[in-house]
Protein backbone atom coordinates (compact mmCIF):
# COMPACT_ATOMS: atom_id res chain seq x y z
CA UNK A 1 0.00 0.00 0.00
CA UNK A 2 1.53 3.10 -0.88
CA UNK A 3 0.71 6.65 0.47
CA UNK A 4 -0.43 5.07 3.56
CA UNK A 5 0.98 5.01 7.79
CA UNK A 6 0.80 2.50 10.33
CA UNK A 7 -1.72 3.44 12.90
CA UNK A 8 -1.84 0.88 15.50
CA UNK A 9 -0.82 -2.70 15.98
CA UNK A 10 -2.50 -4.95 17.93
CA UNK A 11 -2.46 -9.05 18.41
CA UNK A 12 0.98 -10.92 18.72
CA UNK A 13 2.32 -13.79 17.05
CA UNK A 14 0.21 -15.47 14.25
CA UNK A 15 -2.64 -12.94 15.26
CA UNK A 16 -1.36 -9.37 15.03
CA UNK A 17 -4.16 -6.49 13.72
CA UNK A 18 -2.35 -3.95 11.52
CA UNK A 19 -4.34 -0.70 11.02
CA UNK A 20 -3.37 1.52 8.34
CA UNK A 21 -4.05 4.96 7.61
CA UNK A 22 -3.88 5.25 3.73
CA UNK A 23 -3.93 8.74 3.05
CA UNK A 24 -6.29 10.56 1.27
CA UNK A 25 -4.85 11.07 -2.64
CA UNK A 26 -7.48 12.84 -4.09
CA UNK A 27 -7.06 11.32 -7.30
CA UNK A 28 -8.56 8.48 -8.17
CA UNK A 29 -5.92 5.91 -8.32
CA UNK A 30 -7.58 3.60 -10.82
CA UNK A 31 -8.85 6.28 -13.10
CA UNK A 32 -5.48 8.35 -13.08
CA UNK A 33 -3.37 7.78 -16.29
CA UNK A 34 -0.55 10.16 -14.99
CA UNK A 35 -0.91 12.26 -18.30
CA UNK A 36 0.24 15.61 -15.98
CA UNK A 37 -2.54 17.47 -17.98
CA UNK A 38 -3.23 18.83 -14.25
CA UNK A 39 0.50 19.44 -13.20
CA UNK A 40 0.69 21.74 -16.25
CA UNK A 41 -2.19 24.03 -15.18
CA UNK A 42 -1.09 23.84 -11.27
CA UNK A 43 -0.23 27.38 -10.34
CA UNK A 44 1.39 26.20 -6.92
CA UNK A 45 5.22 25.57 -6.74
CA UNK A 46 7.04 23.74 -3.83
CA UNK A 47 10.56 22.31 -3.39
CA UNK A 48 10.70 18.71 -4.82
CA UNK A 49 11.30 16.41 -1.49
CA UNK A 50 12.42 13.62 -3.96
CA UNK A 51 14.86 16.00 -5.20
CA UNK A 52 16.02 17.18 -2.33
CA UNK A 53 14.89 20.36 -3.26
CA UNK A 54 17.24 21.09 -6.21
CA UNK A 55 13.99 21.27 -8.35
CA UNK A 56 10.12 22.01 -7.73
CA UNK A 57 7.16 20.35 -7.89
CA UNK A 58 3.64 20.97 -8.05
CA UNK A 59 0.60 20.80 -5.79
CA UNK A 60 -0.69 18.19 -7.50
CA UNK A 61 2.56 15.12 -8.80
CA UNK A 62 3.43 12.47 -8.78
CA UNK A 63 6.31 11.44 -6.25
CA UNK A 64 8.55 10.59 -8.60
CA UNK A 65 9.31 9.15 -11.93
CA UNK A 66 8.56 5.29 -10.63
CA UNK A 67 6.63 5.45 -8.04
CA UNK A 68 3.79 2.90 -7.97
CA UNK A 69 0.93 3.45 -8.69
CA UNK A 70 1.41 5.45 -11.76
CA UNK A 71 -0.92 8.07 -10.49
CA UNK A 72 -0.76 12.00 -9.14
CA UNK A 73 -1.11 12.87 -5.45
CA UNK A 74 -2.40 16.65 -4.29
CA UNK A 75 -1.30 18.00 -1.59
CA UNK A 76 -3.65 19.31 -0.06
CA UNK A 77 -2.25 22.00 2.45
CA UNK A 78 -0.35 23.34 -0.84
CA UNK A 79 -3.62 23.31 -2.92
CA UNK A 80 -5.66 26.68 -3.77
CA UNK A 81 -8.68 24.47 -3.94
CA UNK A 82 -9.18 24.18 -0.90
CA UNK A 83 -8.79 27.89 0.20
CA UNK A 84 -11.34 30.34 0.62
CA UNK A 85 -10.35 31.30 -3.16
CA UNK A 86 -10.83 28.55 -4.72
CA UNK A 87 -8.44 27.35 -7.72
CA UNK A 88 -9.30 24.09 -9.10
CA UNK A 89 -7.65 24.52 -12.39
CA UNK A 90 -6.44 20.90 -11.97
CA UNK A 91 -10.39 20.16 -11.64
CA UNK A 92 -11.10 21.36 -15.37
CA UNK A 93 -8.04 19.97 -16.66
CA UNK A 94 -8.23 16.63 -15.89
CA UNK A 95 -10.58 15.04 -18.75
CA UNK A 96 -11.09 11.87 -16.85
CA UNK A 97 -12.77 13.44 -13.59
CA UNK A 98 -10.72 11.69 -11.21
CA UNK A 99 -9.61 14.22 -9.41
CA UNK A 100 -11.81 14.97 -5.54
CA UNK A 101 -11.39 17.60 -3.33
CA UNK A 102 -13.61 15.46 -0.57
CA UNK A 103 -11.36 12.25 -0.72
CA UNK A 104 -10.86 11.38 3.35
CA UNK A 105 -8.23 9.03 5.16
CA UNK A 106 -9.17 5.81 5.38
CA UNK A 107 -8.90 3.22 7.90
CA UNK A 108 -7.96 -0.30 7.17
CA UNK A 109 -7.21 -3.17 9.25
CA UNK A 110 -5.68 -6.31 8.42
CA UNK A 111 -4.72 -9.49 9.93
CA UNK A 112 -1.04 -10.74 9.83
CA UNK A 113 0.49 -13.71 11.63
CA UNK A 114 3.95 -12.10 11.18
CA UNK A 115 5.50 -8.66 10.15
CA UNK A 116 8.72 -7.42 8.64
CA UNK A 117 10.74 -4.25 9.70
CA UNK A 118 12.26 -2.30 6.96
CA UNK A 119 11.88 1.20 7.73
CA UNK A 120 14.92 2.02 6.36
CA UNK A 121 16.95 5.41 7.81
CA UNK A 122 17.66 8.63 7.33
CA UNK A 123 20.74 10.96 6.50
CA UNK A 124 22.77 12.96 8.95
CA UNK A 125 22.44 16.58 8.46
CA UNK A 126 25.54 18.11 8.14
CA UNK A 127 24.85 21.77 8.44
CA UNK A 128 26.01 21.84 12.32
CA UNK A 129 29.34 20.93 11.09
CA UNK A 130 30.32 24.67 10.51
CA UNK A 131 33.91 23.91 8.89
CA UNK A 132 32.28 22.61 6.00
CA UNK A 133 30.07 25.45 4.91
CA UNK A 134 27.04 23.17 4.10
CA UNK A 135 23.53 25.61 3.06
CA UNK A 136 26.55 28.75 3.65
CA UNK A 137 28.30 27.42 0.30
CA UNK A 138 25.98 26.62 -3.09
CA UNK A 139 29.08 24.13 -4.35
CA UNK A 140 28.77 22.15 -0.91
CA UNK A 141 26.35 19.32 -1.31
CA UNK A 142 25.63 15.99 0.32
CA UNK A 143 25.82 12.73 -1.01
CA UNK A 144 22.39 12.31 -1.22
CA UNK A 145 22.07 15.60 -3.35
CA UNK A 146 24.96 14.24 -5.76
CA UNK A 147 23.01 11.42 -6.51
CA UNK A 148 20.05 13.15 -7.65
CA UNK A 149 23.04 15.44 -9.62
CA UNK A 150 24.37 12.71 -11.06
CA UNK A 151 20.94 10.72 -11.68
CA UNK A 152 19.94 10.89 -15.63
CA UNK A 153 16.29 11.22 -14.28
CA UNK A 154 17.25 13.98 -11.70
CA UNK A 155 16.76 17.95 -11.71
CA UNK A 156 20.06 17.86 -14.90
CA UNK A 157 19.19 14.95 -16.54
CA UNK A 158 22.49 13.51 -15.17
CA UNK A 159 24.92 16.54 -16.09
CA UNK A 160 27.47 17.25 -13.12
CA UNK A 161 27.19 21.20 -12.81
CA UNK A 162 27.96 23.49 -10.29
CA UNK A 163 25.10 25.25 -8.32
CA UNK A 164 26.57 28.62 -8.32
CA UNK A 165 26.56 28.94 -12.08
CA UNK A 166 25.41 25.90 -13.65
CA UNK A 167 28.85 25.06 -15.51
CA UNK A 168 30.84 21.43 -15.11
CA UNK A 169 33.23 21.37 -12.01
CA UNK A 170 36.64 20.91 -12.94
CA UNK A 171 37.71 19.67 -10.29
CA UNK A 172 35.54 17.58 -7.32
CA UNK A 173 36.13 16.57 -3.67
CA UNK A 174 34.70 14.23 -1.89
CA UNK A 175 35.21 14.23 2.33
CA UNK A 176 34.07 10.79 3.94
CA UNK A 177 32.50 10.28 7.33
CA UNK A 178 31.07 13.33 8.03
CA UNK A 179 28.84 12.86 10.93
CA UNK A 180 30.07 9.40 10.91
CA UNK A 181 32.82 7.96 13.84
CA UNK A 182 32.64 11.35 15.65
CA UNK A 183 31.21 10.97 18.76
CA UNK A 184 31.04 14.38 20.16
CA UNK A 185 29.86 15.75 16.68
CA UNK A 186 27.83 13.12 14.83
CA UNK A 187 27.58 9.53 15.61
CA UNK A 188 30.57 6.96 16.72
CA UNK A 189 29.73 4.09 14.36
CA UNK A 190 30.64 3.76 10.58
CA UNK A 191 28.13 4.21 8.29
CA UNK A 192 29.41 1.26 6.25
CA UNK A 193 28.24 2.16 2.83
CA UNK A 194 29.43 5.91 2.32
CA UNK A 195 33.35 4.18 1.47
CA UNK A 196 32.02 2.20 -1.57
CA UNK A 197 29.19 4.61 -2.65
CA UNK A 198 32.02 7.58 -2.89
CA UNK A 199 34.29 4.85 -4.74
CA UNK A 200 31.24 4.03 -7.22
CA UNK A 201 30.81 7.68 -7.65
CA UNK A 202 33.78 8.90 -8.17
CA UNK A 203 34.10 6.25 -11.03
CA UNK A 204 30.84 7.13 -12.73
CA UNK A 205 32.02 10.70 -12.95
CA UNK A 206 35.37 9.36 -14.60
CA UNK A 207 33.23 7.12 -17.10
CA UNK A 208 31.09 10.26 -17.82
CA UNK A 209 33.47 13.27 -17.54
CA UNK A 210 37.30 11.78 -17.42
CA UNK A 211 38.81 15.51 -17.43
CA UNK A 212 37.48 16.23 -13.98
CA UNK A 213 39.81 15.92 -11.35
CA UNK A 214 38.48 13.77 -8.33
CA UNK A 215 39.77 14.04 -4.23
CA UNK A 216 38.98 11.73 -1.97
CA UNK A 217 39.30 13.34 1.73
CA UNK A 218 39.61 10.24 3.95
CA UNK A 219 39.84 8.54 7.79
CA UNK A 220 40.65 4.96 5.79
CA UNK A 221 38.62 3.45 3.40
CA UNK A 222 36.53 0.21 4.25
CA UNK A 223 36.51 -1.91 1.20
CA UNK A 224 35.67 -5.09 2.99
CA UNK A 225 32.75 -6.70 0.67
CA UNK A 226 33.12 -9.02 -1.76
CA UNK A 227 34.86 -7.24 -5.12
CA UNK A 228 34.73 -3.96 -3.40
CA UNK A 229 38.85 -3.86 -3.08
CA UNK A 230 38.45 -4.84 -6.90
CA UNK A 231 36.53 -1.34 -7.15
CA UNK A 232 38.32 0.42 -4.78
CA UNK A 233 41.83 0.24 -7.29
CA UNK A 234 39.56 0.66 -10.37
CA UNK A 235 38.84 4.08 -9.31
CA UNK A 236 42.67 4.95 -8.53
CA UNK A 237 43.95 3.30 -11.49
CA UNK A 238 41.11 5.93 -13.29
CA UNK A 239 43.08 8.97 -11.86
CA UNK A 240 40.76 9.43 -8.28
CA UNK A 241 43.15 10.84 -5.70
CA UNK A 242 42.82 9.38 -2.19
CA UNK A 243 44.41 11.86 0.57
CA UNK A 244 44.58 10.81 4.41
CA UNK A 245 42.96 13.72 6.32
CA UNK A 246 39.92 15.23 6.61
CA UNK A 247 39.95 18.97 5.66
CA UNK A 248 39.82 21.57 8.70
CA UNK A 249 38.15 24.23 7.23
CA UNK A 250 36.61 25.06 3.54
CA UNK A 251 36.73 28.39 2.22
CA UNK A 252 34.47 29.89 -0.59
CA UNK A 253 36.14 32.73 -3.00
CA UNK A 254 32.76 35.00 -3.06
CA UNK A 255 33.46 35.99 -6.73
CA UNK A 256 34.16 32.21 -8.45
CA UNK A 257 32.03 30.11 -6.14
CA UNK A 258 35.87 27.86 -5.76
CA UNK A 259 36.05 25.95 -2.54
CA UNK A 260 39.79 25.98 -0.87
CA UNK A 261 40.33 23.01 1.61
CA UNK A 262 42.89 22.75 4.34
CA UNK A 263 43.71 19.69 5.40
CA UNK A 264 46.08 17.79 7.05
CA UNK A 265 47.62 14.38 5.15
CA UNK A 266 48.30 12.07 8.29
CA UNK A 267 50.81 10.05 5.83
CA UNK A 268 53.23 12.88 5.57
CA UNK A 269 52.19 15.20 8.40
CA UNK A 270 51.87 18.24 6.12
CA UNK A 271 49.31 20.58 5.65
CA UNK A 272 48.22 21.36 2.25
CA UNK A 273 45.36 23.71 0.44
CA UNK A 274 43.31 22.28 -2.25
CA UNK A 275 41.31 24.46 -4.40
CA UNK A 276 38.29 22.42 -5.98
CA UNK A 277 34.60 23.59 -7.24
CA UNK A 278 32.75 21.21 -5.99
CA UNK A 279 33.02 19.41 -2.36
CA UNK A 280 29.99 16.22 -1.43
CA UNK A 281 29.88 15.84 1.73
CA UNK A 282 29.57 11.20 2.29
CA UNK A 283 27.13 11.65 5.05
CA UNK A 284 26.27 8.64 7.24
CA UNK A 285 23.40 7.59 8.01
CA UNK A 286 21.07 8.13 11.21
CA UNK A 287 17.91 6.14 12.31
CA UNK A 288 14.14 7.35 11.13
CA UNK A 289 13.29 9.95 12.72
CA UNK A 290 10.16 8.87 13.70
CA UNK A 291 11.22 5.10 14.78
CA UNK A 292 9.78 5.51 18.07
CA UNK A 293 6.23 4.93 16.34
CA UNK A 294 7.73 1.57 15.62
CA UNK A 295 8.99 1.00 18.61
CA UNK A 296 6.35 1.60 20.31
CA UNK A 297 3.78 -0.24 18.53
CA UNK A 298 5.66 -3.48 17.86
CA UNK A 299 7.60 -3.22 21.46
CA UNK A 300 10.57 -3.08 20.15
CA UNK A 301 13.96 -2.80 21.41
CA UNK A 302 16.69 -0.34 19.90
CA UNK A 303 20.73 -0.23 20.64
CA UNK A 304 22.36 2.56 21.79
CA UNK A 305 23.12 4.35 18.08
CA UNK A 306 19.33 4.04 17.62
CA UNK A 307 18.41 1.48 15.08
CA UNK A 308 16.28 -1.27 16.23
CA UNK A 309 17.78 -4.47 18.10
CA UNK A 310 18.21 -7.83 17.13
CA UNK A 311 17.22 -10.17 19.39
CA UNK A 312 20.52 -12.24 19.55
CA UNK A 313 22.96 -10.78 17.23
CA UNK A 314 24.42 -14.32 16.13
CA UNK A 315 21.43 -16.95 16.55
CA UNK A 316 18.46 -14.39 15.79
CA UNK A 317 20.10 -11.56 13.59
CA UNK A 318 16.65 -11.24 11.66
CA UNK A 319 14.43 -11.25 14.91
CA UNK A 320 12.74 -8.81 16.70
CA UNK A 321 12.81 -9.81 20.47
CA UNK A 322 9.05 -9.75 20.10
CA UNK A 323 8.03 -13.15 18.41
CA UNK A 324 6.53 -12.63 14.94
CA UNK A 325 8.46 -9.94 14.46
CA UNK A 326 11.77 -9.57 12.27
CA UNK A 327 13.72 -6.86 10.55
CA UNK A 328 15.37 -5.83 6.99
CA UNK A 329 17.54 -3.72 5.60
CA UNK A 330 18.73 -0.12 7.94
CA UNK A 331 15.98 -0.06 10.46
CA UNK A 332 18.57 -3.22 12.20
CA UNK A 333 21.43 -1.15 11.35
CA UNK A 334 23.33 1.25 8.26
CA UNK A 335 24.09 -1.28 5.46
CA UNK A 336 24.80 -1.24 1.80
CA UNK A 337 21.55 -2.97 -1.03
CA UNK A 338 23.27 -6.65 -0.86
CA UNK A 339 23.32 -6.79 2.60
CA UNK A 340 19.82 -5.18 2.91
CA UNK A 341 18.70 -8.12 0.00
CA UNK A 342 20.30 -10.67 1.95
CA UNK A 343 18.55 -10.16 5.25
CA UNK A 344 15.46 -9.33 3.42
CA UNK A 345 15.42 -13.10 2.04
CA UNK A 346 16.75 -13.99 5.59
CA UNK A 347 13.70 -12.22 6.88
CA UNK A 348 11.18 -13.41 4.64
CA UNK A 349 13.03 -17.21 5.31
CA UNK A 350 12.08 -16.68 9.22
CA UNK A 351 8.52 -15.04 9.27
CA UNK A 352 7.87 -18.19 6.21
CA UNK A 353 8.89 -20.90 8.23
CA UNK A 354 6.67 -19.72 11.13
CA UNK A 355 3.46 -19.24 8.96
CA UNK A 356 4.00 -21.97 7.47
CA UNK A 357 3.74 -23.92 10.44
CA UNK A 358 0.30 -22.70 10.82
CA UNK A 359 0.78 -23.20 14.50
CA UNK A 360 3.18 -21.27 17.63
CA UNK A 361 5.21 -23.34 19.62
CA UNK A 362 5.13 -21.27 22.69
CA UNK A 363 7.79 -21.92 25.77
CA UNK A 364 6.31 -24.04 28.35
CA UNK A 365 7.80 -20.94 30.47
CA UNK A 366 4.75 -18.57 30.69
CA UNK A 367 2.73 -16.81 33.55
CA UNK A 368 -1.17 -17.83 34.34
CA UNK A 369 -3.09 -15.84 36.18
CA UNK A 370 -5.31 -17.06 39.44
CA UNK A 371 -8.39 -15.26 38.77
CA UNK A 372 -9.64 -15.47 42.50
CA UNK A 373 -6.51 -13.67 44.09
CA UNK A 374 -6.26 -11.08 40.63
CA UNK A 375 -7.37 -7.51 41.71
CA UNK A 376 -7.46 -6.08 39.13
CA UNK A 377 -4.88 -3.65 39.51
CA UNK A 378 -3.26 -3.91 36.09
CA UNK A 379 0.42 -3.67 37.62
CA UNK A 380 1.27 -6.51 35.22
CA UNK A 381 -0.07 -5.30 32.56
CA UNK A 382 2.44 -2.03 32.98
CA UNK A 383 5.45 -4.10 33.30
CA UNK A 384 4.83 -6.69 30.62
CA UNK A 385 7.69 -5.86 27.85
CA UNK A 386 5.49 -7.97 25.37
CA UNK A 387 2.31 -6.46 26.35
CA UNK A 388 0.73 -10.05 26.53
CA UNK A 389 -1.34 -9.00 29.53
CA UNK A 390 -4.62 -7.03 29.23
CA UNK A 391 -6.79 -6.15 32.34
CA UNK A 392 -10.08 -4.36 32.38
CA UNK A 393 -9.31 -2.43 35.62
CA UNK A 394 -12.28 -0.51 35.25
CA UNK A 395 -14.75 -3.67 34.99
CA UNK A 396 -12.62 -5.57 37.91
CA UNK A 397 -12.49 -8.02 35.58
CA UNK A 398 -9.36 -10.55 36.23
CA UNK A 399 -5.78 -9.50 33.97
CA UNK A 400 -5.64 -12.77 31.17
CA UNK A 401 -2.20 -13.66 29.75
CA UNK A 402 -1.91 -14.02 26.12
CA UNK A 403 0.34 -17.50 26.22
CA UNK A 404 1.59 -16.98 22.43
CA UNK A 405 2.71 -13.27 23.23
CA UNK A 406 4.35 -14.23 26.65
CA UNK A 407 8.06 -15.10 26.75
CA UNK A 408 8.44 -16.04 30.62
CA UNK A 409 10.15 -13.33 32.01
CA UNK A 410 8.08 -13.34 34.95
CA UNK A 411 8.37 -9.52 35.66
CA UNK A 412 4.62 -9.98 36.21
CA UNK A 413 4.90 -12.47 38.96
CA UNK A 414 7.60 -10.65 40.95
CA UNK A 415 5.28 -7.58 40.33
CA UNK A 416 1.94 -8.56 41.36
CA UNK A 417 1.49 -7.56 45.11
CA UNK A 418 -1.22 -10.35 45.31
CA UNK A 419 0.36 -13.35 44.38
CA UNK A 420 -2.17 -14.04 41.54
CA UNK A 421 0.21 -14.65 38.70
CA UNK A 422 2.22 -18.21 38.91
CA UNK A 423 5.44 -18.28 36.75
CA UNK A 424 5.20 -21.61 35.31
CA UNK A 425 8.62 -23.59 36.38
CA UNK A 426 9.38 -20.95 38.39
CA UNK A 427 6.86 -20.55 40.97
CA UNK A 428 7.28 -18.24 44.36
CA UNK A 429 7.13 -21.55 46.29
CA UNK A 430 9.80 -23.63 43.83
CA UNK A 431 12.24 -20.73 44.03
CA UNK A 432 11.21 -19.98 48.00
CA UNK A 433 11.86 -23.82 48.52
CA UNK A 434 15.55 -22.85 47.13
CA UNK A 435 16.32 -20.29 49.61
CA UNK A 436 15.48 -22.12 52.15
CA UNK A 437 17.15 -25.01 51.30
CA UNK A 438 20.43 -23.19 50.40
CA UNK A 439 20.42 -21.08 53.74
CA UNK A 440 19.33 -23.85 55.84
CA UNK A 441 22.83 -24.55 57.61
CA UNK A 442 25.44 -21.97 57.82
CA UNK A 443 23.48 -19.04 56.13
CA UNK A 444 25.78 -16.19 57.88
CA UNK A 445 28.83 -18.31 55.79
CA UNK A 446 27.08 -17.98 52.33
CA UNK A 447 25.98 -15.44 49.47
CA UNK A 448 23.06 -15.51 48.13
CA UNK A 449 22.85 -14.65 44.06
CA UNK A 450 19.87 -14.52 42.36
CA UNK A 451 21.46 -15.08 38.69
CA UNK A 452 19.35 -14.32 34.92
CA UNK A 453 19.23 -17.36 32.51
CA UNK A 454 20.87 -15.65 29.58
CA UNK A 455 23.58 -13.59 30.96
CA UNK A 456 24.58 -13.67 35.02
CA UNK A 457 24.00 -17.39 35.00
CA UNK A 458 26.04 -18.07 31.75
CA UNK A 459 28.89 -15.94 32.93
CA UNK A 460 29.53 -17.92 36.03
CA UNK A 461 29.23 -20.85 33.54
CA UNK A 462 31.69 -19.22 31.53
CA UNK A 463 33.94 -18.21 34.63
CA UNK A 464 33.43 -21.85 35.60
CA UNK A 465 34.69 -23.08 32.16
CA UNK A 466 37.41 -21.01 32.42
CA UNK A 467 38.82 -21.61 35.99
CA UNK A 468 38.16 -18.40 37.16
CA UNK A 469 38.39 -18.61 40.90
CA UNK A 470 35.72 -17.09 43.06
CA UNK A 471 34.92 -18.19 46.54
CA UNK A 472 32.65 -21.23 46.90
CA UNK A 473 30.40 -19.99 49.20
CA UNK A 474 28.09 -18.41 46.93
CA UNK A 475 25.13 -20.03 46.08
CA UNK A 476 23.00 -19.29 42.58
CA UNK A 477 19.38 -19.36 42.24
CA UNK A 478 18.47 -19.22 38.09
CA UNK A 479 15.46 -17.33 37.41
CA UNK A 480 14.83 -16.69 33.66
CA UNK A 481 15.01 -12.89 34.13
CA UNK A 482 15.81 -10.74 37.26
CA UNK A 483 12.81 -8.96 36.58
CA UNK A 484 11.41 -12.44 37.73
CA UNK A 485 13.37 -11.71 41.68
CA UNK A 486 10.09 -11.26 43.99
CA UNK A 487 10.90 -8.34 47.08
CA UNK A 488 9.44 -11.19 49.11
CA UNK A 489 12.55 -13.57 47.37
CA UNK A 490 14.93 -11.04 49.09
CA UNK A 491 13.43 -9.89 52.43
CA UNK A 492 13.16 -14.11 52.67
CA UNK A 493 16.59 -14.88 52.25
CA UNK A 494 17.50 -12.12 54.88
CA UNK A 495 15.15 -13.43 57.19
CA UNK A 496 16.75 -16.76 56.81
CA UNK A 497 20.32 -15.15 58.03
CA UNK A 498 21.36 -14.34 54.40
CA UNK A 499 24.35 -12.10 54.92
CA UNK A 500 24.55 -10.05 51.58
CA UNK A 501 22.39 -10.89 49.20
CA UNK A 502 23.14 -10.72 44.83
CA UNK A 503 20.76 -9.56 41.89
CA UNK A 504 21.81 -9.74 38.91
CA UNK A 505 20.68 -9.29 35.41
CA UNK A 506 21.92 -8.78 32.09
CA UNK A 507 22.83 -5.11 30.81
CA UNK A 508 20.58 -3.06 30.13
CA UNK A 509 20.78 -3.55 25.93
CA UNK A 510 21.39 -7.37 26.59
CA UNK A 511 18.02 -7.51 28.27
CA UNK A 512 16.67 -10.75 26.53
CA UNK A 513 13.24 -9.54 27.87
CA UNK A 514 13.61 -6.45 26.47
CA UNK A 515 13.41 -4.06 29.01
CA UNK A 516 12.20 -6.41 31.95
CA UNK A 517 15.31 -5.76 33.38
CA UNK A 518 14.77 -1.63 34.02
CA UNK A 519 11.98 -3.35 36.53
CA UNK A 520 14.91 -5.16 38.20
CA UNK A 521 16.19 -1.94 39.01
CA UNK A 522 13.25 -0.07 40.47
CA UNK A 523 12.19 -2.76 42.12
CA UNK A 524 16.03 -2.81 44.02
CA UNK A 525 15.84 0.52 44.35
CA UNK A 526 12.55 0.40 46.65
CA UNK A 527 14.20 -2.49 48.57
CA UNK A 528 17.29 -0.49 49.10
CA UNK A 529 14.29 2.45 50.68
CA UNK A 530 12.96 -0.39 52.28
CA UNK A 531 15.47 -2.05 53.80
CA UNK A 532 17.15 2.02 55.80
CA UNK A 533 13.61 2.45 57.16
CA UNK A 534 13.60 -1.38 58.75
CA UNK A 535 17.10 -0.31 60.15
CA UNK A 536 18.92 -3.08 57.56
CA UNK A 537 22.37 -1.66 55.54
CA UNK A 538 21.18 -1.17 51.83
CA UNK A 539 24.87 -2.13 51.26
CA UNK A 540 23.71 -5.72 51.99
CA UNK A 541 21.39 -6.13 48.68
CA UNK A 542 23.58 -6.15 45.76
CA UNK A 543 22.71 -5.19 42.28
CA UNK A 544 25.05 -6.36 39.32
CA UNK A 545 24.64 -6.70 35.32
CA UNK A 546 26.81 -9.42 33.69
CA UNK A 547 26.52 -10.58 30.67
CA UNK A 548 27.39 -14.10 29.50
CA UNK A 549 30.64 -12.99 28.05
CA UNK A 550 31.56 -11.47 31.07
CA UNK A 551 33.30 -14.27 32.94
CA UNK A 552 35.91 -12.45 34.51
CA UNK A 553 33.42 -9.94 36.02
CA UNK A 554 31.35 -12.59 37.25
CA UNK A 555 34.35 -13.66 39.37
CA UNK A 556 35.07 -10.06 40.55
CA UNK A 557 31.55 -9.17 41.33
CA UNK A 558 31.65 -12.57 44.10
CA UNK A 559 34.75 -11.68 44.88
CA UNK A 560 33.40 -8.03 46.21
CA UNK A 561 30.15 -9.46 47.86
CA UNK A 562 32.56 -12.58 49.22
CA UNK A 563 34.53 -9.38 50.90
CA UNK A 564 31.03 -7.79 51.97
CA UNK A 565 29.90 -10.30 53.29
CA UNK A 566 32.86 -10.48 55.65
CA UNK A 567 31.46 -7.29 57.18
CA UNK A 568 28.64 -8.10 58.01
CA UNK A 569 28.38 -9.04 61.53
CA UNK A 570 25.99 -11.73 63.46
CA UNK A 571 24.46 -9.25 65.27
CA UNK A 572 23.02 -7.83 62.30
CA UNK A 573 22.33 -10.57 60.92
CA UNK A 574 20.36 -11.31 64.06
CA UNK A 575 18.70 -8.08 64.18
CA UNK A 576 17.70 -8.57 60.84
CA UNK A 577 15.97 -11.93 61.40
CA UNK A 578 13.94 -10.43 64.42
CA UNK A 579 12.87 -7.67 61.65
CA UNK A 580 11.59 -10.02 59.35
CA UNK A 581 10.50 -12.82 60.99
CA UNK A 582 6.89 -12.47 59.90
CA UNK A 583 8.24 -12.56 56.24
CA UNK A 584 8.93 -16.73 56.51
CA UNK A 585 5.63 -18.11 55.82
CA UNK A 586 4.63 -22.15 54.79
CA UNK A 587 6.59 -22.77 51.76
CA UNK A 588 3.97 -24.50 49.39
CA UNK A 589 5.06 -26.29 45.97
CA UNK B 1 22.18 18.83 28.92
CA UNK B 2 21.02 15.97 30.98
CA UNK B 3 20.21 16.89 34.87
CA UNK B 4 22.70 15.73 37.67
CA UNK B 5 22.60 14.09 40.36
CA UNK B 6 24.24 12.71 43.15
CA UNK B 7 24.73 8.71 43.53
CA UNK B 8 26.56 6.65 46.61
CA UNK B 9 28.04 2.74 45.16
CA UNK B 10 26.69 0.35 47.78
CA UNK B 11 29.98 -1.84 47.01
CA UNK B 12 32.68 0.11 47.33
CA UNK B 13 30.83 3.79 49.65
CA UNK B 14 32.35 6.24 46.85
CA UNK B 15 29.74 8.89 45.93
CA UNK B 16 29.93 10.67 42.82
CA UNK B 17 27.41 12.36 40.12
CA UNK B 18 25.62 11.10 37.24
CA UNK B 19 23.32 12.15 34.48
CA UNK B 20 19.17 11.39 36.21
CA UNK B 21 16.20 12.09 34.39
CA UNK B 22 13.47 11.53 37.09
CA UNK B 23 11.30 8.64 35.69
CA UNK B 24 14.23 7.34 33.81
CA UNK B 25 15.52 3.94 34.44
CA UNK B 26 19.48 3.78 33.34
CA UNK B 27 22.04 1.63 33.89
CA UNK B 28 24.46 3.07 36.37
CA UNK B 29 27.91 2.33 37.22
CA UNK B 30 30.19 3.36 40.13
CA UNK B 31 33.56 5.23 38.09
CA UNK B 32 35.54 4.17 41.05
CA UNK B 33 34.66 0.17 41.47
CA UNK B 34 32.42 -0.82 37.95
CA UNK B 35 29.82 -2.15 40.45
CA UNK B 36 25.84 -1.29 39.51
CA UNK B 37 24.91 -1.45 43.07
CA UNK B 38 24.62 2.57 42.75
CA UNK B 39 21.94 4.14 44.96
CA UNK B 40 20.62 7.78 43.96
CA UNK B 41 21.19 10.01 47.53
CA UNK B 42 17.81 11.85 48.35
CA UNK B 43 17.73 14.84 50.13
CA UNK B 44 17.02 14.69 53.35
Known sequence: MAYSEIENVTGYVGSFTVTVRKKARYVDVGECTACGDCEDVCPVTSPDEFEIGLSTRKAIYQP?????????????????GNNPIACGKCLEACDKECINYDDEDEL????????????????????????????????????????????????????????????????VAFIQCVGSRDESRGNPYCSNFCCMNTVKDCLLIKDHYPDI??????????????????????????????????????????????????VENTTDGGVERHDVDMVVLSIGAIPRRDSDVIQRLLTL??????????????????????????FAGCAESPKDIKDSVTQASAAVARANRLMMQGKVSVEAITSTVIPELCKSCGLCVKVCPYHAISCDTKAKAP????????????????????GAIVMKHFTDGQIEAQIDALLEHDAHDKVLAFACNWCSYSGGDLAG?????????????????????????????????????????????????????????????KLWDELEKKGIRPERLQLEWISAAEGQRFATVMRAVEDLRRKVTAKEIEHTRKVLADVLAPVEV | MAEQAEFKCLRCGAEFLLPYTPGVTEERTCPSCSSNSVRRKKDK
Open chain 1, 64 to 80: FPQAVPSAYVLNIDECL
Open chain 1, 108 to 171: IDFEVGTIIVCVGMDVYDPTALDEFGYTRYENVITSMEFERLINSGGPTEGHLVKLTDGTQPKT
Open chain 1, 213 to 262: DIKVFYIDIRAFGKGFEDLFQRSKDAGTVYIRGIPGEIEEDPDTGGLRLY
Open chain 1, 301 to 326: QRSQDGFFLEAHPKLKPVDAATQGVF
Open chain 1, 399 to 418: AVVVEAACSGCGACSAECPF
Open chain 1, 465 to 525: TNRFQYPANVRLIRTMCSGRVDKKFVLRAFAMGAPIVLVSGCHFTDCHYINAVRWTQRRVE
